[in-house]
């Protein structure tokens, strides 16, 4: 009799402690991620590199018409940005990062930084060093990143079906090679190509305009009726004008 309560109450003793760590795990940080993890919660008024972190997952929620700055500073446009992406994945519309909000983002991303849909690969197919463009390898790799979670935003946007990239960096030799503009945005890495597939190039480039892309080039542009373009250029210019934009 006397084991058996021994037994009893050490099985009570791991059962209060499992409790007491889950409670302690979901108060406090979401679980580490092989690409970053964010240790504290984040509302208007943070700063540091965590909030550059975020703003870089959350580029593709600015609003229509809306670049979200990269700035390492948590304001109203970071908070309003945080909202849409809370509410797009079903969780809580506060506005403040916490451990629901890295979870969901650690499940949106790879050990190399990248969201689970796109790859480095198929924003460069011109050469694997980055270099030889408008701007340095690292600045070009990191515009495609931002890029990457851009086109993230815009698939889940539009039901989580496909979007196939056709062209992104270009070194200045691989942009001359295929006839691009002399100050294309390829060369800085921020740009990209899409093709048609699940949708249209229209639909493309009409769903665009609310994922952070300052750049959008479609049918009815020179040169663009075979595929959609987008890129984060300093000022907005979006012409489309088969599809009315």
């Given at each position: 009799m006397l084991?058996?309560?021994?037994?009893?109450?050490a099985s009570?003793?791991?059962i209060?402690?499992?409790t007491?760590?889950?409670?302690v795990l979901?108060a406090g940080t979401?679980?580490?991620?092989?690409?970053?993890?964010?240790t504290?919660t984040?509302?208007q008024?943070?700063?540091?590199?965590?909030?550059?972190?975020?703003?870089?997952?959350?580029?593709?929620?600015?609003?229509?018409?809306?670049?979200?700055?990269?700035?390492?500073?948590?304001?109203?446009?970071?908070a309003?940005a945080l909202?849409?992406?809370?509410?797009?994945?079903?969780?809580?519309?506060?506005?403040?990062?916490?451990?629901?909000?890295?979870?969901?983002?650690?499940?949106l991303?790879?050990?190399d930084?990248?969201p689970?849909?796109?790859t480095?690969?198929e924003?460069?197919?011109c050469?694997?060093?980055w270099?030889?463009?408008?701007?340095?390898?690292?600045?070009?790799?990191?515009?495609a990143?931002r890029?990457m979670?851009?086109?993230e935003a815009?698939r889940?946007?539009?039901?989580?079906?496909?979007?196939?990239?056709?062209?992104?960096?270009?070194?200045y030799?691989?942009?001359s090679a295929?006839?691009?503009?002399?100050?294309s945005r390829?060369?800085y890495?921020?740009?990209?190509?899409?093709?048609?597939?699940p949708?249209?190039?229209?639909?493309?480039?009409?769903?665009?305009?609310?994922?952070?892309?300052?750049g959008?080039?479609?049918?009815g542009?020179p040169g663009?009726?075979d595929?959609?373009?987008?890129?984060?250029?300093?000022?907005q210019?979006?012409?489309?004008p088969?599809?009315g934009?």
């Amino acid at each position: 009799m006397l084991r058996r309560a021994l037994r009893l109450f050490a099985s009570l003793v791991m059962i209060m402690s499992g409790t007491l760590a889950g409670t302690v795990l979901t108060a406090g940080t979401a679980h580490a991620d092989g690409c970053y993890t964010w240790t504290r919660t984040l509302s208007q008024g943070s700063s540091g590199a965590d909030v550059t972190q975020l703003q870089i997952r959350l580029g593709g929620y600015a609003g229509y018409g809306s670049v979200l700055g990269v700035d390492g500073s948590f304001g109203p446009a970071t908070a309003a940005a945080l909202k849409r992406f809370q509410s797009a994945y079903g969780l809580s519309s506060d506005g403040v990062a916490g451990t629901d909000t890295y979870n969901k983002l650690y499940a949106l991303q790879d050990d190399d930084c990248t969201p689970v849909h796109f790859t480095y690969g198929e924003l460069n197919d011109c050469n694997t060093t980055w270099s030889g463009g408008a701007v340095s390898a690292a600045t070009a790799k990191a515009n495609a990143l931002r890029t990457m979670w851009k086109l993230e935003a815009m698939r889940h946007a539009l039901g989580d079906q496909p979007i196939t990239v056709t062209s992104g960096f270009r070194s200045y030799a691989c942009n001359s090679a295929v006839g691009g503009a002399s100050n294309s945005r390829h060369l800085y890495g921020d740009a990209a190509d899409l093709g048609a597939g699940p949708h249209s190039l229209c639909t493309l480039a009409k769903q665009a305009r609310s994922h952070g892309f300052s750049g959008i080039l479609g049918p009815g542009y020179p040169g663009h009726d075979d595929h959609t373009h987008v890129d984060h250029r300093d000022s907005q210019y979006w012409s489309a004008p088969t599809c009315g934009v």
